[in-house]
């Protein structure tokens, strides 16, 4: 089966850890996405990569760090920089930048 | 930076209406998308609109892009209760703030 998988589900953190979500996708998309969603809100684009090797900053960079070593993975990192982690993030992927996103299932993060 | 605007934020329905959600975006862009989410879930693709004056229809869902006016619309018709769920468009990796939609009996 062709998607996007993210892990974990469910994750619990003390203030001051950094903790890394991961995101592998096996469409065989150039492009992959890092999105976080606050309870009622849209979604805000944290970092984003076209292809391997490369990635930018979105809207809410600050606090968070990524890499892109293989086409299939795209892991976030929330560093203790970021005040306020505590959200539902979600993982993309894309034929091409700008492309029809598919999404995982999401990782919920909350900071205790 | 491409910016997204959507409305309404919220939105109930009776059963059998008919409604519009309305998106608008700030700079140029050919393509635009719809996606849909259901409490607690993820994002499923609803519509990819590619072109000035492209429409799909599915089911009760009709949407539409017009890239001169920057302007897209998602059309309910005869609003059903598995309609309820958040709804938003999105261009260039940008999103709106969504469409809480309530179909109520």
Redesign the interface.
Known sequence: DGGITQSPKYLFRKEGQNVTLSCEQNLNHDAM?W?RQDP??????IY?SQIVNDFQK??IAEGYSVSREKKESFPLTVTSAQKNPTAFY?C?SSIL??????????SRLTVL | ?LKVEQNPLFLSMQEGKNYTIYCNYSTT?D?L?W?RQDPG?????LF?LLSNGAVKQEGRLMASLDTKARLSTLHITAAVHDLSATY?C?????????T?LTVKP
């Open positions: 996405y999105y009622g809100q849209g979604l805000r684009l984003y979105g809207d979600l993309a930048y700008t492309g029809e996103l598919f999404f995982g299932e999401g | 930076e862009s393509r998308y996606y879930k993820s994002l499923e693709s990819v938003f999105a261009a260039q990796g940008r999103f709106g703030a969504g809480r």
